[in-house]
């Protein structure tokens, strides 16, 4: 019998299980020893998202080597130990694949090493696009997706049935998983249109398939709404306001349709972001209200927290600063009840600098503006330097609160903060410092203020 490495890459689509790993875990179920993962990440400053069916994929040798953010968390919970003892291949011989293999949808190609390398961020996004699509294209329902991306016989050609299994579920939360992984490094402004590509096939997916058990149907449903919150959110980072607000009434509807609270607290959690930032503020308030009455379904205090704290923002937009004191006081009492299992996968953003820039943008809308510039620099200085999306914005939103609170020489060193992350394209980052430019140019002949106007002139250029 031929050794497993060998027998993997004769046939290069069956998963060998890793007993390895499956002998850690011990006596442990799924779900204990998820949580264990999850405790352990969070005591070396890591944020992932780990739950029982990571531990099975894993076990079922899907995941061959684990992103950077889980190696660190293995390593820490086995000191001593390698990869290779955990039961994991090689990351350069994941990465390989040797010509003419076909490529494998997401566990080899780890998101965060397309950005290791000295290559053209744009490159790195298509090459990213082109992965997302590929990615469809390698189960059971090929013709379905092919048809949705434009690559196969037509829409009219589509089947009206199609079984639909693991690969394809995987595949389709997968890409949820890389879209915002790539969001959280460069921003949005890059991604959107080439992000509809597997959002377009995930509703293929639903429209022209049936599942053979009723937890696939779930997870295809909870997928497909949430990488159509996804793209939303890439539109609405982008200022494309009206495709965002499409996207997310798509995801809402998915979630009534399949009966999903957490996701429809989702959705209604960027649909009152999304009207804050439009000046929607009264359907701020009622979106983010009707998020909390679906979330209580779901048993996370932290989604509630996000939730007050989105309808807190839409009271500050309406200048009431009593709702938003009460809706504030509501998000910590939460938010001090600490993670739970319950809470959801997306949530991983949030924690203390994101409570604190929320809390920053209700100040700032009130016109306390030294009081949001305190929490805004505690945001960024908070906030971990390999999410460099939200590191910009926090930074951003720091420049605009001092500059308007009367420190325009911190502002300008702040600005410059930003501009330093010139990986980012976020249209709504470029806005807020377009802004505070215009609020600085008074005091342009102040040197800190002179060198960034300087600056932020020919970034605009090179744009």
Request: charged share 25%; aromatic share 6%.
């Amino acid at each position: 019998m031929a050794p497993s490495s060998q027998a993997s890459r004769a046939v290069p689509n069956r998963a060998v299980p890793n007993l390895a790993f499956r002998r850690l875990r011990g006596p442990r179920s799924p779900g204990e020893f998820a949580a264990s993962v999850r405790k352990a990440a969070r005591e070396i400053g890591e944020q992932v998202s780990c739950d029982a069916r990571y531990i099975g994929r894993v076990e079922a040798g899907e995941i061959r080597c684990p992103n950077y953010a889980y190696e660190r968390v293995f390593l820490h919970m086995f000191p001593g130990l390698t990869l290779a003892d955990l039961g994991f291949a090689a990351r350069e011989q994941v990465r390989g694949g040797g010509r003419g293999r076909p490529p494998e949808p997401f566990g080899p190609r780890e998101t965060r090493e397309l950005f290791d390398s000295d290559s053209n961020s744009h490159s790195d996004i298509d090459e990213e696009s082109d992965v997302l699509r590929r990615a469809f294209m390698t189960g059971g329902s090929a013709t379905v997706a092919a048809a949705s991306l434009g690559l196969g016989p037509g829409p009219g050609r589509v089947p009206a049935q199609r079984r639909v299994g693991e690969t394809e579920v995987n595949a389709v939360e997968d890409a949820v998983r890389r879209i915002r992984l790539l969001d959280d490094r460069h921003g949005a402004d890059g991604l959107y249109r080439r992000a509809a590509q597997p959002l377009r096939a995930a509703y293929a997916l639903l429209d022209a398939s049936t599942a053979a058990r009723r937890s696939t149907a779930d997870r295809l449903h909870a997928g497909a709404g949430e990488l159509a919150i996804s793209v939303g959110w890439l539109a609405h980072d982008s200022g494309r306001f009206d495709d965002a607000r499409s996207h997310y009434a798509e995801a809402l509807a998915t979630a009534r349709v399949g009966g999903d609270p957490a996701l429809e607290a989702h959705a209604f959690c960027n649909t009152s972001f999304l009207a804050r930032d439009a000046g929607r503020h009264r359907e701020a308030v009622r979106s983010a209200q009707a998020g909390q009455r679906a979330a209580r379904h779901v048993a996370s205090p932290r989604l509630l927290s996000l939730l007050s704290l989105r309808e807190a923002g839409g009271w500050a937009g309406l200048g009431d600063r009593t709702g938003c004191e009460k809706s504030l006081a509501r998000a910590y009492a939460y938010f001090d009840r600490g993670p739970a299992d319950t809470d959801p996968e997306w949530m991983s953003f949030f924690g203390e600098p994101e409570l604190e820039a929320l809390q920053a943008q209700c100040w700032a809308a009130l016109g306390e503006w030294p009081r949001a510039a305190r929490h805004a620099r505690r945001a960024a200085t908070l906030q971990d330097s390999r999410f460099t999306r939200n590191l910009a914005l926090y930074r951003a939103e720091l420049a605009a609160d001092l500059a308007r609170a009367g420190a325009p020489e911190e502002a300008a060193e702040a600005g410059h903060q930003v501009l330093d992350l010139a990986e980012v394209q976020s249209s709504r980052i470029q806005s807020i410092l377009s802004d505070t430019a215009r609020v600085l140019l008074p005091r342009r002949r102040t040197g800190a203020v002179g060198t960034f106007l300087e600056r932020h002139q020919e970034s605009l250029r090179r744009a």
